[in-house]
């Protein structure tokens, strides 16, 4: 539609949506720079690119008090002389920059010509840049300028904003002030006139200012303290939005996403409960169940993230729930994300079960054709109860005659789509559980599975005692051998673990090989056997050699990280971490938790080289100072951000534009509980004072890429 039809119909001439290439100041290939380098395709999306930082400017210094490491600066003068100095490679242009306390040089490497027509000689101009000290003479190179008489026109004049910028971007000319003038424009077309999106019961209570305000000072600053609170806002605007979502989709699907209803808790549950549990509940343990039994005794699908420090004692939790699936006459399946925990699962349910009616087995990639066919139609007839397994078990000729529980062991490492899988399996959804020993910090918790349920073990079985950890170099480790002999000698076990990291497994593997190597040459047969267990063995020779270390054939257990998840050796006390400082902190948390399992103190030992990151310092001296596997996870997420403590599994709701999980963490509970709150109160939005809000979430919901985390 061309202007003349659209003034003719009173529609605004610009408004959010309005192409970028309609600004005053940016042509098509400008446009063109500002999507591919930086996702601008609109006006909206302009106002919105906030700045990462901001510089002083309320500050002017006079030459004289120029110093040699200064920063950034700022200083008000004349260009007196200019002057072009030819160089093996084009030429270098010089102005000599004075006010009434001296000069300095400004330097252009590049552009001479160009810059040399637009200097303008006895006129005043800002000058901002970094100065050089060289030859007793102060140099700025490729000073940014602006003439005085420009520089009151601004809008802004104390904080400069500092955009996120690329190389592209520099090179063809779209440059810091060239960003700022676009936004400059863009205020003055758009008249400032943005919507609010908040209620004005919210902007009170949460003390927060205007929309108006807050764009305007994000953009152009008038002091540090209408910066913060526009900062302020604009972020908890941004977290509300995402938890208004994350609970409205929880609602929604509690109240949409019928399930099975487990009504009864029947002789399987009740006889194994009485006869066969071979020990009692921790009360952590008996509220989580109490939690999901309420869960699928209602008519909704549950959706339950279980929580639980490594050796809280999960697994029971998880067979409890299948029981009382079968009670009801469904099917459960219980999906491991390693064929050894799978294989230890299938054995340890298999004895806890023994004596009762109950059919288990065990799927992974390494069962032949011939029983796979067997099992396959076992379970499509529904003769067989309890499925065990790896991802093999959500291919899709596996197909359950009623599955109605799936539970997940350490989700962290299944993909999504692995997961959705599941679901595709039934006509219902079944009922979905999933575990994970890798504490997740509430913060980041409350915005990745912000739509889930949450239970936490938050209590160890009693009598565990607390893993010792130290820290060794490799230079002590004639000492740590002969600690480990001592500990041997009282019939401990011992696993001994190097790093693997997949990009240079081959190395690796030379790693764990040479220390096995070493450590044959220490701990000699006939008085020791030594197992070895790494990613390149065939399943079967990886379970023999994991059977031995079980039965107490072998003393040690040489092996990279396959052992890293859950596996359960009670008698197995001493964990020593090979090159300790190429591990992430909830690895070696995880990789400590195989120790501490039974009655004998065990014993952690970090085994470093001298030479450590600042970071790797701090990873140690966690693990040395606490076992508490939330606060670990708290340093972590310190550490590496939330993208990578999650891996893969990114989402909407962590790409944030301006509000930061981890430093934000106060205003991402408010916002939050307000939600909450709000969606109590008034579901549909619907009351007027809502209405506000009401009109942004269906504008946020609609470009939003928030999806559930598990279903
Ligand atoms: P995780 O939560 O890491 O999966 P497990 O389920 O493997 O932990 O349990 C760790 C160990 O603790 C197992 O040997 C298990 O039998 C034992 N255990 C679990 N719950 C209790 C309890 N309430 N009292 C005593 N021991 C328990
Ligand atoms: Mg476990």
Not at 165 to 183: C, Q
Not at 592 to 602: F, L, M, T
Request: hydrophobic content about 40%.
């Amino acid at each position: 539609m061309n202007y003349y039809l659209r003034s003719l119909k009173l529609e605004p001439l610009y408004h959010l949506n309005t192409s970028i290439s309609y600004l005053k100041g940016v042509g098509p290939s400008r446009a063109d720079l500002l999507k591919t380098e930086l996702g601008i395709h609109t006006f909206g999306d302009l106002v919105n690119f906030f700045p990462n930082r901001y510089i002083d400017r309320t500050q002017f210094l006079k030459i004289n008090q120029l110093q040699e490491n200064t920063s950034e600066i700022q200083i008000v003068g004349k260009i007196t002389a200019i002057k072009t100095v030819q160089q093996k490679r084009g030429s270098r242009l010089i102005a000599t920059f004075a006010d009434d306390t001296g000069t300095i040089e400004l330097v252009w490497f590049r552009g001479a010509k160009w810059i040399k027509e637009s200097l303008k000689v006895n006129i005043s101009y800002v000058i901002f840049g970094k100065t050089n000290f060289f030859n007793r003479q102060f140099t700025m190179p490729h000073p940014e300028m602006e003439l005085v008489s420009a520089y009151q026109k601004k809008m802004q004049i104390s904080m400069q904003p500092v955009y996120p910028s690329t190389e592209k971007l520099t090179n063809k000319g779209v440059t810091n002030r060239v960003v700022s003038t676009m936004i400059q424009s863009l205020f003055e077309e758009l008249k400032g006139t943005f919507k609010e999106t908040l209620s004005s019961s919210i902007l009170t209570k949460q003390k927060l200012i205007a929309k108006n305000e807050a764009l305007l000072n994000i953009h152009f600053p008038k002091s540090q303290e209408l910066l913060t609170k526009a900062q302020n806002r604009l972020k908890f605007e941004e977290l509300f939005f995402i938890q208004l979502q994350l609970i409205r989709k929880k609602i929604v699907r509690k109240i949409k996403i019928k399930g099975f209803i487990f009504k009864k808790v029947g002789v399987n549950f009740n006889n194994f409960y009485k006869n066969k549990l071979p020990f009692d509940l921790t009360n952590a343990q008996k509220n989580v169940l109490k939690e999901i039994r309420k869960d699928i005794g209602s008519n909704a699908q549950m959706n339950r993230l279980l929580q639980g420090d490594v050796g809280s004692g999960k697994t029971i939790v998880a067979l409890l729930t299948m029981l009382i699936a079968l009670d009801n006459g469904y099917q459960a399946a219980f999906m491991a994300p390693t064929e050894i925990l799978a294989i230890q699962h299938y054995n340890s349910l298999v004895e806890l079960l023994n004596g009762m009616n109950i059919s288990v087995k065990l799927l992974t990639g390494s069962v032949k054709a011939k029983e796979r066919r067997i099992l396959h139609k076992q379970l499509e007839s529904g003769e067989l109860n309890i499925l065990i397994g790896t991802h093999a078990l959500i291919e899709d000729k596996v197909k359950f005659k009623n599955l109605g529980i799936a539970i997940i062991d350490e989700q962290h490492r299944f993909g999504v789509a692995q997961r959705s899988k599941l679901w595709e399996k039934n006509k219902l959804p079944p009922h979905i559980l999933v575990m994970t020993a890798t504490p997740i910090p509430r913060t980041l918790a409350m915005s990745v599975y912000g739509d889930l349920d949450i239970s936490v073990i938050n209590e160890l079985p009693p009598d565990r005692k607390e893993v010792k950890t130290a820290h060794r170099y490799d230079a002590n480790r004639l000492s740590v051998f002969k600690f480990l002999k001592d500990e041997i000698a009282k019939g401990r076990q011992i696993y001994i673990v190097y790093p693997l990291i997949n990009e240079s497994e081959a190395m690796d593997y030379k790693d764990l090989m040479d220390g096995y190597e070493s450590i044959s040459r220490e701990f000699q047969k006939p008085t020791y056997q030594i197992s070895i267990l790494h990613g390149k063995m065939k399943s079967a020779d990886k379970e023999y050699e994991m059977q031995r270390f079980i039965n107490g054939e072998t003393q040690i257990m040489v092996a990279t990280t396959v052992i890293e998840v859950g596996v359960n050796i009670p008698n197995a006390s001493v964990m020593v971490i090979e090159s300790a400082e190429r591990f992430g902190l909830s690895q070696l948390h995880q990789l400590r938790g195989r120790v501490g399992r039974g009655a004998a103190q065990s014993f952690c030992v970090l085994m470093t080289s001298f030479k450590l990151s600042s970071d790797a310092k701090v990873r140690l001296n966690t693990m040395v100072g606490t076992s508490d596997g939330f606060k670990i996870a708290e340093v972590d997420l310190k550490l590496r951000g939330p993208g990578n403590l999650l891996g893969t599994q990114q989402s909407g709701v962590l790409d944030l534009k301006i509000a930061d999980i981890v430093k934000d963490a106060e205003l991402l509970k408010s916002a939050r509980a307000i939600a909450i709150e709000l969606l109590t109160s008034d579901p549909t939005l619907k009351a007027p004072e809502n209405s506000l809000i009401k009109i942004a979430y269906q504008e946020v919901s609609k470009n939003s890429t928030i999806w559930s985390n598990i279903s």
